[in-house]
């Protein structure tokens, strides 16, 4: 069974900084393209950013230039560094394997695939 447990979340100004984690326990992390996803109240959820097991990156254009996923294969760990946040950033958080395919111009996730969730991290940004 999959389990993540996503931390990190909080209420910041806008501008201001968070960083959020992600452990993952029970399956194979270090060969899994793995993704942050956020879903405001009202909203589908929807994919921010990914990272491949070979480092490689990709984000949502919401948030280029101010979010950075990372990951410790070692802590089968994945990370969210987020700068200069906007009140529109701010969802419940989640973390989980990337199914899907990206492009030049952006990356879809087939986030129907996904059975298991987190309980997701709150971030609240203040204008």
């Known amino acids: 069974q999959v389990q993540l447990v996503e931390s990190g979340g909080g209420l910041v100004q806008a501008g201001g900084s968070l960083r959020l984690s992600c452990v993952a326990s029970g399956s194979t992390f270090s060969i899994n393209a793995m993704g942050w996803y956020r879903q405001a109240p009202g909203k589908q959820r929807e994919l921010v950013a990914v990272?491949?097991?070979?480092?490689?990156?990709n984000y949502a254009d919401s948030v280029k230039g101010r979010f950075t996923i990372s990951r410790d294969n070692d802590k089968n760990t994945v990370y969210l560094q987020m700068k200069s946040l906007k009140p529109e950033d701010a969802a419940v958080y989640y973390c989980?394997?990337?199914?899907?395919?990206?492009?030049?111009?952006?990356?879809?996730?087939?986030?129907?695939?996904?059975?298991?969730w987190g309980q997701g991290t709150q971030v609240s940004v203040s204008s």
């Open positions: 989980n394997e990337f199914r899907g395919y990206c492009t030049t111009y952006g990356c879809s996730a087939r986030v129907h695939e996904l059975d298991y």
């Open positions: 990272i491949r097991s070979s480092g490689a990156t």
